[in-house]
């Protein structure tokens, strides 16, 4: 059987990036999808409309900001092998459709959410459509076909202001779809990615994943226990890693951690540094002591950070630890920007996204839900370094930064008398 991915047009803000070079699991997100159908025996094509697709037969359409895995290819053409009609896939409405849903078009109340994946059977394919009219097209005709992802949930400890919750949940299935058009799809979709990818590491070699459970262990804490080691990596003795993905030559420094991560190949981890739910592009490195959570990192970066979560840094982008991307909405839900139009997302934790080549090296601090554009550079006003230090400092003077130097408070502020100092 052949597939067709229709290209819609879609660019991911702020990068400008096609939608097929989102960063989804370590890849780009047509190399994704393209590994899920291969892996189900789907051979791939390309369309740019309704007239590159065959005027008859049996095949399957979907868009090309279409993620899936590759049990939601094989469950779908399993599921429909013997309809005689056009099929969409639905999937019935659980924790794992709601955490990696599109602020658009969804519906709480619906039963199943559906998605643009069709097994087109017929004789008349109208020529000439672009992705939107075929898409009507095949709404109109089209009779969804509903799997069921029966998630397991994962319970995490969490600790914010703001609605009165204290854990969040982890749904764990590797039944997923997701459409794929903002930042912020990118951020949810890898959230939950590097527990997929080992579970299908593990279906590809059954003999392990019984040896397992004849130990009696929960399947479900295999992701956690296990981890997938590429070739050429150096890993401290004092480093740990745990229900994570190493491409080859990684590199993990002194105390350095790696917890349900993908990370690259040719990444450098700093001493004291730690990942949780991240996904790391190959060529990324780390300055010391540096802490993530939730992020998404393009290939060939610098990052530091005390703290960065559920955040998007593009290519090659350098951040210290100067520089703030706040999660954590209060009153109300994060909100982004898409084509110029504020949207609501829903969420109560989003960080922010940085374009490519950006440089972030001050002190800035970004609201949840911004996004930086491309090649931004910001640096540090000059006052606000120390630049001269006084060659010797009176003992038992107090001193106070000005302009650029540390000077004796007296000489900047006549008659103050600091409260922190006692008679």
Known sequence: MK????????????????????????????????SALRGADVEIEFADSSSDLPLSGDYLILPDSLFLTRRGVREFLGATAGSREISRLALLRS??????????????????????????????MPRDLS????????????????????????HLPQSRPGPSWTTRELPRTTLLAAEVHHWTHIVWLNHLLPWVRLEEHWEDRPGLKRSLRSRGRNPYRRAIRRSVIGQGCDIHPTAHVEGSILGDKVKLGPFSSVRDSIIGAGV??????????CVVGEGC????????????????????????????LGRRVFITSGVMFWDEAIEEPVKVKQAGEEIDTGRWLLGGCAGHECVLGTRAIFLPGRAVPNRTMIVMRP?????????????????????????????????????????
């Open 95 to 124: 924790a794992a459709t709601d955490y990696a849903a599109s602020w658009q078009g969804t519906n709480e109340k619906d039963e199943a959410v559906t998605y643009d994946l069709y097994r087109f059977r017929g004789t008349q």
């Open 268 to 277: 450098e981890i700093a001493d004291l540094t730690k990942f949780k739910r």
């Open 3 to 34: 597939a067709y991915l229709v290209k819609t047009g879609t660019l991911i803000e702020p990068f400008g990036d096609d939608v097929g070079q989102a960063f989804i699991g370590g890849q780009g997100l047509a190399e994704a999808t393209g």
């Open 383 to 423: 006052e606000e370094g120390v630049v001269k230090l006084p060659q010797s400092a009176e003992k038992l003077v107090p001193h106070v930064y000005h302009q650029g130097r540390i000077r004796k408070i007296a000489d900047v502020l006549p008659g103050y008398e600091p409260q922190e100092i006692e008679p």
């Open 131 to 154: 992705w939107p009219e075929l898409k009507s097209f095949l709404t109109a005709r089209a009779h969804p076909l509903t799997l069921d992802p029966t998630p397991q949930m994962e």
């Open 285 to 312: 490195h780390t300055l010391n002591d540096s802490y993530f959570i939730g992020c998404t990192f393009y290939p060939g970066s610098t990052l530091a950070s005390f703290m960065l979560r559920n955040s998007v």
